[in-house]
């Protein structure tokens, strides 16, 4: 168990430029979840993937945030035309959700976005 | 919709002395509760959680916390804080197993230990 790993950490980007973030879960977490935190708050969620189906992305930020979970292992958090008010911690949770029980979430370091 | 409150942005705290930090929630339902730790530039770190059973839960580095119905209230507690406490706490509701387990978060409370 390696833990949750995301890539890359820092990301500083010029505005209007596209980025794209990558999330490794824990080796058969089925769920994986992403949050934004921005400076002196706490995560926002914004989507999770059960396996590779996207299960809820209504409160992704705009049409310019899309996810994917192509194979149920990795996941990709893109962000097209970055605006300044994109700049945040990009956050990524792994989950095991077995039968009826809830799931416990385990966080990546996170991917530090600054929009120049 | 759930909320959760952390009324204290900052907390001071003696090396070895007592440590409470205090979270309210808002839930419709029997509330999923979380204690994460987070130091600077770094991801959440689970402390331990509340499902259901025993109100008083233990967890790592030797935090606890009581789960408290009546009041709406899930606070942290340490007996002797370390300098390596310093750090910012997050608590956190989850939606539970209807659907995806979404955490909403406090603000959080960051604490710092003085020597």
């Known amino acids: 168990d390696t833990g949750v790993s995301q890539n890359p950490r820092h990301k500083i980007t010029k505005r209007g430029q596209n980025v794209t973030f990558r999330c490794d879960p824990i080796?058969?977490?089925?769920?994986l979840y992403w949050y934004r935190q921005t400076l002196g708050q706490g995560p926002e969620f914004l989507t999770y993937f059960q396996n590779e189906a996207q299960l809820e992305k209504s409160r992704l930020l705009s049409d310019r945030f899309s996810a994917e979970r192509p194979k149920g292992s990795f996941s990709t958090l893109e962000i097209q035309r970055t605006e300044q008010g994109d700049s945040a911690m990009y956050l990524c949770?792994?989950?095991?959700?077995?039968?009826?029980?809830?799931?416990?979430?385990?966080f990546g370091p996170g991917t530090r976005l600054t929009v120049l | 919709a759930q909320s959760v409150t952390q009324p204290d942005i900052h907390i001071t705290v003696s090396e070895g002395a007592s440590l409470e930090l205090r979270c309210n929630y808002s839930y419709g339902a029997t509330p999923y509760l979380f204690w994460y730790v987070q130091s600077p530039g770094q991801g959440l770190q689970l402390l331990l959680k509340y499902f259901s059973g025993d109100t008083l839960v233990q967890g790592i580095k030797g935090f606890e916390a009581e789960f408290k119905r009546s009041q709406s209230s899930f606070n942290l507690r340490k007996p002797s804080v370390h300098w390596s406490d310093a750090a910012e706490y997050f608590c956190a509701v989850g939606a539970g197993t209807g659907g995806g387990n979404k955490l909403t978060f406090g603000t959080g409370t960051q604490l710092k230990v003085e020597l």
């Open positions: 080796s058969e977490h089925n769920r």
């Open positions: 949770a792994s989950s095991i959700k077995q039968g009826s029980s809830t799931d416990t979430q385990y």
